[in-house]
């Protein structure tokens, strides 16, 4: 499966952003969908991720603040980011892996990444 990532750009501290990813290749419905960032100088980091049975999880970091979501039909995960800080700034990567039930199994898939820039 490929990922195409988008929606990234600045914004100012309070702002909101809506990432998209777009999988092609493959249908996304046996695969978990999630996100995960990096900022410059740190190791790339979970942000939130939702299964194939629509359980979601969030990085302590960003719940409450974030929110994904995924349309299967449209094969398509987003990332809707509320109140967003200086601190979330890093280029934010889409991620899939094959998944049946609460087993993840096979590879990783990576998207290209967007960049997300909060000024304060």
């Known amino acids: 499966v490929q990922l195409q990532a988008s929606g990234g750009g600045l914004v100012q501290a309070g702002g909101s952003l809506r990432l998209s990813c777009a999988a092609s290749?493959?249908?996304?419905?046996?695969?978990?969908l999630g996100w995960y960032r990096q900022a410059p100088g740190n190791q790339r980091e979970f942000v939130a991720r939702i299964m194939t049975y629509g359980r979601t999880d969030y990085a302590d970091s960003v719940k409450s603040r974030f929110a994904i979501s995924r349309d299967n039909a449209k094969s398509t995960v987003d990332l809707q980011m509320n109140n967003l800080a200086p601190e979330d700034t890093a280029i934010y990567y889409c991620l899939a892996r094959r998944g049946r039930g609460t087993i993840l199994y096979g590879p990783d898939y990576w998207g290209q990444g967007t960049q997300v820039t909060v000024s304060s």
């Open positions: 290749g493959d249908t996304v419905d046996n695969y978990m």
